[in-house]
């Protein structure tokens, strides 16, 4: 096996909500296999601290913008400032999201319009932003970060679960469009994963009951997700496309 595969080397990363969590451990990943990296969140002392890990030790550029996902002139200017920084962008992340737990019959018309805006129209929006200049050059990877509850749920996921479902079948649709471009689109499904979302919304109970659904008897740690990452951004992944794959530690493996 040629391991150069996996090298991305010249290539530049976009990745939202790269500051903390699952984001940071896949621009890190990708950072150490090679890559330019900018970075967004909202929280510019979270980004200069990221920053700092994600280039520690390696000689790659990293960048960081703050930005609201939620404001679509951000995200447009988002999609701007990287290419005057980095003159192209040949791999997106769309990491950014949020989960509200309403029941179906609570569901409030705010917090259900800002789930989708974050959730699934930036995501829209940065992509269509970023396609032409990869289809100038023939080659993109377009990876959006969906979940496991796209695929399955939990009460009171509605929002979240409908717009991680979206992201399923964007990425398909997406993938028929751009395709004859050299360019791939897919989902990642994260399982349990010890991020800063599911520790803060789940009970103790919970977190446990997660536990053991996997087939590992463990939630992940935020690095295991760097490696499905960096195949699907690379030459490694190039005939994979219109996928979702789930790193779930194999709870989806249990037929209950």
């Not at 569901?107 to 699934?120: A, G």
């Not at 004859?180 to 446990?208: R, W, Y």
Request: negative net charge.
């Amino acid at each position: 096996m040629n391991c150069n595969l996996f090298n991305l080397s010249g290539r530049v990363a976009l990745i939202t909500g790269g500051s903390k969590g699952l984001g940071k451990a896949m621009a890190r990943g990708l950072a150490e296999c090679g890559a330019d990296i900018m970075i967004c969140s909202r929280k510019e002392d979270e980004l200069r601290a990221a920053k700092a890990e994600i280039e520690d030790g390696l000689d790659i550029r990293v960048e960081y913008r703050a930005t609201d996902m939620v404001d679509r002139s951000e995200v447009d200017a988002l999609a701007a400032e990287t290419l005057e920084e980095f003159g192209k962008v040949d791999i997106l992340i769309n990491n950014a999201g949020a989960n509200k737990p309403q029941p179906i019959d609570e569901v409030s018309d705010p917090v259900w319009d800002e789930i989708v805006e974050l959730n699934l129209t930036s995501i829209m929006r940065l992509t269509r932003a970023l396609v032409p200049q990869m289809k100038e050059r023939k080659w993109g990877r377009i990876i959006h970060i969906s979940s496991v509850l796209g695929v399955g749920s939990k009460p009171g996921r509605n929002a979240y679960s409908a717009t991680k479902s979206a992201l399923i079948g964007l990425a398909k649709a997406s993938a028929l469009d751009l395709g004859p471009h050299g360019i791939t689109v897919n989902c990642i499904g994260p399982g349990p994963f010890l991020t800063d979302l599911p520790m803060s919304l789940l009970s103790e109970a919970e977190k446990q009951e997660f536990s053991k659904m996997t087939a590992v008897n463990r939630w992940g740690d935020p690095r295991e997700l760097a490696g499905p990452a960096i195949m699907l951004a690379s030459e490694a992944g190039s005939y994979i496309t219109g996928e979702m794959l789930l790193v779930d530690g194999g709870a989806f493996a249990r037929a209950l």
